[in-house]
């Protein structure tokens, strides 16, 4: 018959009896006139009953010990809730380290350049009274190179007194 | 049967609640199917095991975020079927591992046909041929392609309609339809060899 590999599709949900009510009534219609598709029909019935028998006992073990298993898991549950304890005492430890790197930088007088230019500390007496003279200071740090600029690259040195002579 | 009204649902709500004993209950109830179904895809009772325990942490880690929409069973297997079908997947990519029937003999049943519920009047032969027919049918299982050996087993194993075996696989019920005459097809031709 033309239709019986839709048919045959449906065998194995027939007898699962997983067919909607309709298909279902359709299908056995087809098996009571066609005597091929109700032999497969029956070969099928036998297999399903034949698996529902032998497919628990082919994945049968032997009885599973459940108390070290669930004390496995209570363990493993209990460290994965760990982090989320945790997390409420680090980002106090990260700030109370912060705290405690700034009063040691302020202690050590580091800071002052930073609170003087930000206007929080009065600069020492010095500059204050004369601060023209601290403002070009990267130029007086550097004054002794500056004043033996020829002794520092005798190579130009020489090129120039050749040049003179 | 609704949700609701599924015992291992409340439960699993009382789980949500942090209810231990409510967890250990469940536990107990289902661990052995989980172990049995994780052994079906692995070979091996310890990473079966494994697989279980895998199952029932993630059980309780996203335990606030469940939501009573099938039977517990159908929930359960969901995550079991999940992680079963990775671990395949992983070992396809790793060496190709070939499980041999009685590889893991001392895992199985001792007699797994003195266990059978009509033992009454066979004889040794009868034995004998159900025992072949049973090793028959693990070894033809192992065969399976993953998705056909799981919806087959929810479906005859775990007693799962079509409906629940697609909520564990997370495919249409056609796919199931599909899946399920595949399989039964292939395991009843292979054990026809053996009668």
Known sequence: ?165 | MKPKQDPDVQLMLAVQRDDEEAFETLFRKYIGQVVRFAFSFVGSRARAEELAQDAFVHLLSTRRRYQPRARFSTFLFRIVTNLCLSEVRRAEHRVTVRYTPRADANDMTPDAVANMPDRGGRTGEEDLLVREQIDKMRESLRRLPPQQRAAILLARVEGFSYEEVARSLRCSVAAVKSLIHRATVTLRDQLREVR
């Open chain 1, 1 to 165: 018959m033309p239709w019986c590999w839709l048919i045959r599709r449906d065998l194995t949900a027939l007898v699962d009896d997983e067919l909607a009510p309709r298909r279902a009534a359709a299908v056995r219609t087809h098996l009571e006139h066609c005597s091929a598709c109700a032999a497969r029909h029956r070969d099928i019935e036998r297999g399903v009953a034949q698996q529902r028998q032998l497919l628990p006992l082919a994945v049968g073990l032997a009885d599973v010990a459940a108390d070290p298993l669930l004390q496995r898991i209570s363990r493993r549950a209990r460290a994965e809730s760990e982090p989320s304890r945790r997390l409420w005492w680090q980002p106090v430890a990260v700030a109370a380290t912060a705290v405690a790197a700034l009063v040691v930088v302020a202690f050590l007088g580091l800071l002052d350049p930073v609170l003087i230019a930000m206007g929080f500390e009065d600069p020492p007496n010095l500059v204050a009274e004369q601060p023209e003279l601290f403002r070009d200071y990267a130029l007086f740090e550097y004054l002794d190179a500056l004043e033996n600029f020829d002794d520092i690259l005798p190579g130009r040195r020489s090129s120039d007194d050749q040049q003179e002579g």
